[in-house]
């Protein structure tokens, strides 16, 4: 409870400071934003006065001109004929569309401006826009009003540098001049590089930390599992063989009993096999246990692997009184390994009571030896329930056991394979499983000569 709290309350501590991180990331954009703008209004301004004062022109004079004349044969030509004319929005589309263009062959701020950033040390590359609000042709009759509308709204990427109204003699006009920088995104990231740098540093940092966290959270969580599954295992396992002492023991208290001798013998080999089993037990969570303090000891000799895997199967075989078939195949030609006698005779051991034990056929064992670049290589494999892939990885943990649900209701502490594991690697070899539900399993065992 406390745990998933801890989660929950992370989790939305987490998703705060990423709020807070990604507003932080918007406002900084915006006001480095802002603060280019601005930058860029008063310098194309500061560029236009220089302009100014230094020609007594602001760039537009021959686009001015170039205007006059245009409006001169428009208002003189076709002028008095149009002002009735039903396409009149045609030709003042027209005229306005060939305004903007003469301005824009003929002005010459674009080029000054540009000069001046470069020379400020600036980006200048940007595109010059105009934005007409106002344009009137004069005709002998009068004045024709080719466009009147609203002052710009400016769109946000652009800077409003100036508005110029002018008369000439044949027309009269309002035009807004912008800059529009091209690269401005780029710019507003460079400004506020560092900034951002440091934002995605800490979320990366804390996204790290809480990933970590949050993995051990779940190791613990998993482990935590683990351990009441294996108290439980455990507790079950030996109050199994308690139960049966017990009993045997109330049962030879009986007079009756006393009198039959068989029975009294039949009860007492019981006692006896259940204390071996309760010995074993208690030795194997011993075992594992001392594992954890100190490492191996290993007792090694040179031995014949064919032929201690051979008399390990057969007495296997004999204390569980033919439990199984076991199919023999040795080909090391009788090679000799530096081997922990006990230590192989409890891996071989661990694995045939696995193979029996994980069957609900009648168990058919094979088990095979070789040699292999340097290594023996000695294979068991069954024809039990098997397992999926996902159990695969975890078999070798500490009191890993797979969930068989009802299928199968085996005891055990989750202690063999580990135990085995440890083992192996302790001669320097390895230990590989392959798996198909419903269809047993192999264990390979890999040892260097
Ligand atoms: P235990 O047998 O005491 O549960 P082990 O460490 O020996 O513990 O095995 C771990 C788990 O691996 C077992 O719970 C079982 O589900 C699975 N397992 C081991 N050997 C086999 C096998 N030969 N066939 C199918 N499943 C197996």
Known sequence: ?????????????????????????????????????????????????????????NGFEKAMDVTDKFAGIVASEKLPLLKEAKDSATFRKQVLAQTYSIIEKNEALTAFLRTYFKKAGYDFD?????????????SYDGYLDVIKVAPPKIPGPMVLVNTFSEEHNNFVIEYSYLINLTHKNNMVFREAFLSFLLIAGSIMIVMAVFWITWRNLMEEKRLSGLKTDFINNMTHELKTPLSTITVAGRTLEKEQILN??????????????????LNQLINTILEVSLLERTEFELTRQPVCVDELTHQIASSFLTSCDGCAVIEEDYKTDGIKASLDILYY??????????????????????????????????????????????HLDHIFEKFYRVPHGNIHKTKGLGLGLYYVNRIIRAHGGDIN?????????????????
Request: proline share 3%; aromatic share 8%; with cysteine.
């Open 126 to 138: 940007f595109n010059a826009e105009f934005f007409i609000g106002y344009f009137s042709l004069i």
């Open 345 to 390: 005779t409890t891996v071989i051991n661990n694995l045939l009571t696995n193979a029996v034990k994980y069957c609900i056929n009648d168990p058919v064992i094979k088990i095979s030896t070789a040699s292999e670049g340097g290594n023996i290589v000695v294979t068991v494999a069954d024809n039990g329930i098997g397992m999926s892939r996902e």
């Open 260 to 277: 039959d001798p068989p029975k009294v013998l039949e009860t007492a080999k019981l006692i006896g096999k259940q204390s071996v089993h």
């Open 1 to 57: 409870m406390k745990r998933n709290l801890l989660i929950i309350t992370s989790l939305a501590a987490l998703l705060l400071f990423l709020a807070v991180q990604i507003y932080m990331t918007v406002s900084i954009w915006k006001q480095n934003e802002e603060i280019l703008m601005m930058r860029y209004k008063s310098l194309s301004r500061e560029g236009l006065s220089l302009l100014m004062s230094m020609k007594k022109v």
């Open 433 to 449: 499983v392959t798996s198909r539900t419903g269809k047993g399993t192999t264990f390979i065992i890999k040892i260097p000569l």
